[in-house]
């Protein structure tokens, strides 16, 4: 039994012990703590490609725990390994990736006051693995925001006078670089230093783009791997640092970027049907105009269309109209079909664009020699094929064109050994219903198509043009044009302009029933006049029974003159012998009157199009070289 003697003595090595334990654990912590000095969570979370929060960023120093810089200082904070990968996520999806954070600066008048010319009283950068010791520690003494690639603001950008004692917020994205083996060089974290008061209120990890953006509550810039300077102004804008994070050429793996064009809502700088206004931009060597009209708030650029792919664009004339200028990756080249579908000479999946910039994209630019296919920016459904040769575009579309329009042939699905050497078309346009009555007609018929027309029938279904219909397929929403590049450059011009109308007919009900209307209640003589004409030319293939096409080409060929030209197109054709033998009676009206009855019509068609869709006669292009 142990005496009273014994219990006191083994009560007090039980505290000695405990105190010894207390001591260490103190040691310990006080060590822990010197090794996470610096390293507490910050309030900020960064956001995802999926829009999901990804832990809070590590904040390196005090003023990253707040997020916020009371006057000349920086904010320093580290990304968790979580954060990486959702950088790494991005880029495989996107093929480049970048972080975006959203400021917001205040400037006093005492600040601005001491403010020099030229100052970058705003830094921000990236921070990488040499800014930290090998046991992990940030060596924030090694930092020079000044010698960094950064995004920097001079003073210009906060001192005015909408910005003095007020709160000025914007969204920044700066691109992350990649390595010789083209995979991101992911960053440990980034800084921010301002020299006015800041305070960082989100951070995102998004697609990389590059230019600039007002047209939303918060303006938005974007950068280059390589950085640059936010201005106001905004007169010139860098993209020439897109080929360090977007594809340099077209293939069928991958598109060169698009520049996205927003236009401003104000009404001073509206065109009217007799008054076009354009912004004058300076593309690297070429310059290019954009027309600024209703109904059309965004407009797409493929680099690939342009001279210089990754150019200066200065702005000039009616500048305030553009409201933004981002260049970003292809629309067509982020979930695309897989790989694994893709043969060396077939494409999908269109190039979006404004049908201006068609006619002089180069083909050595296009994702397959034979053809390139392209959509219209503010029309989705609406393709226009472009092909090598008259070869390609028969392989394509000859027997469809016999099957849907040529005079003598409607209806019938003709053999190879039939076609012979017969042409199609120079140019085409069909809608969604007679496609898919030419498909089904085949599968009804087990009729054997060549391996283009079975191309086209997938390309019609992966654009939403058809759609699956057990066994056959139905129509979906859209129409295509084609036309060739072995047509000369004033043809291809005309075509293009003529059958690009069409496409508006197809895809718009009322639209026909107003051209219906307006055909209708036209000069009666006019109107037996363009009748006559398409009979006395053989080469069209016109069944002027047909009235829906009747319909149709009466507004093509009024609308794809310019207004001033419409009379005298008319009275041009009514002079050619072929037609003067054939109709001469309405042919002498036609020349007696000026064309007026076309001019008449043409007033009706002109302003359907112009409230709808912000176009006039002789131009559907809101894009022009």
């Known amino acids: 039994m142990e005496t009273g003697k014994e219990k006191k003595s083994m ?136 010698k960094r690639i950064a995004v920097n603001a001079d003073e210009r950008m906060f001192v005015s006078e909408e910005n003095i004692d007020s709160t000025y917020a914007m969204d920044i994205s700066l691109a992350i670089k990649k390595s010789e083996q083209n995979k991101p060089v992911i960053p440990e974290g980034f800084f921010v230093y301002s020299v006015l008061k800041c305070r960082i209120t989100g951070t995102g990890v998004v697609p990389s783009e590059i230019g600039f953006d007002y047209s939303s509550e918060v303006p938005f810039y974007g950068f280059s791997s390589n950085g640059g300077n936010i201005t106001k102004n905004n007169s010139i804008i860098d993209f020439t640092g897109g080929s360090l994070i977007f594809s340099a050429q077209n293939s069928k793996a991958g598109t060169m970027p698009e520049i996205v064009v927003s236009l401003t809502s104000d009404k001073r700088y509206e065109s009217t049907i007799d008054k076009s206004i354009r912004v004058k931009m300076k593309v690297g060597s070429e310059k290019i105009y954009v027309k600024v009209t209703k109904n059309a708030k965004k407009l797409i650029i493929p680099c690939g269309s342009l001279v210089t792919p990754f150019p200066l664009i200065e702005l000039s004339d009616n500048k305030p109209a553009i409201t933004g200028l981002i260049m970003r990756s292809s629309s067509n080249s982020v979930d695309r079909a897989d790989e694994d579908d893709f043969s060396a000479s077939e494409i999908y999946v269109p190039i979006k664009t404004d049908p201006g910039l068609i006619l002089n994209y180069s083909p050595k630019n296009w994702r397959t020699e034979d053809y390139e296919i392209f959509e219209w920016d503010r029309l989705p459904g609406i393709l226009f094929f472009d092909t090598r040769n008259y070869t390609v575009q028969d392989n394509f579309f000859r027997r ?226």
């Open 400 to 625: 469809l064109a016999f099957y849907i329009e040529k005079a003598g042939y409607k209806g019938r699905l003709l053999t190879n050994k039939e076609l012979g050497t017969m042409h199609g078309f120079n140019a085409l346009d069909y809608s969604a219903e007679t496609l898919a009555d030419f498909f089904n007609k085949a599968t009804e018929l087990d009729f054997k198509l060549n391996k283009e027309e079975i191309l086209l029938k997938k390309i019609l279904l992966m654009n939403g043009i058809l759609l699956p219909d057990g066994q056959k397929v139905k129509a979906g929403y859209g129409a295509i044009v084609s036309i060739s590049q072995e047509s000369s450059s004033a043809l291809r011009t005309q075509l293009l302009a003529h059958e690009a109308w069409h496409m508006l007919f197809f895809i718009d009900e009322d639209f026909r029933n107003y051209v219906g209307a307006a055909y209708y209640t036209m000069d009666s003589l006019s109107r037996e006049f363009l009748i006559d004409y398409f009979r006395s030319q053989p080469s069209l293939g016109y069944d002027v029974t047909d009235e829906y096409l009747m319909h149709n080409e009466f507004m093509a060929y009024i609308l794809q003159n310019s207004f001033s030209n419409v009379g005298q197109y008319f009275v041009n054709h009514a002079y050619w012998k072929s037609v003067m033998d054939f109709t001469p009676e309405l042919c002498n009206y036609v020349i007696k009157t000026n064309g007026q009855g076309f001019t008449d019509a043409a007033v009706m068609l002109e302003n359907y199009v112009f409230d709808k869709y912000g176009v006039i006669c002789g131009c559907l292009n809101l894009v022009q070289r």
């Open 11 to 146: 009560k007090k090595s039980v505290k000695i012990i405990i105190a010894v334990i207390a001591a260490v654990f103190v040691i310990d912590a006080a060590l822990f703590a010197r090794v996470v000095s610096g390293k507490k969570s910050s309030g900020l979370r960064l956001q995802n490609i999926y829009d999901e929060k990804i832990d809070n960023l590590i904040a390196l120093n005090s003023n990253a725990r707040s997020s916020v810089i009371k006057e000349d200082d920086y904010l320093y904070y580290q990304f968790t390994e979580k954060q990486k990968k959702a950088f790494e996520e991005c880029f495989e999806r996107y093929k480049n990736t970048s972080l975006l954070i959203r400021v917001e600066v205040s400037c006093s008048k005492d600040t601005a006051q001491r403010l020099s010319s030229g100052e970058l009283p705003f830094n921000f950068g990236y921070l990488y693995s040499d800014d930290f010791s090998d046991k992990g520690n940030f060596l924030n003494d090694k930092l020079s925001a000044s």
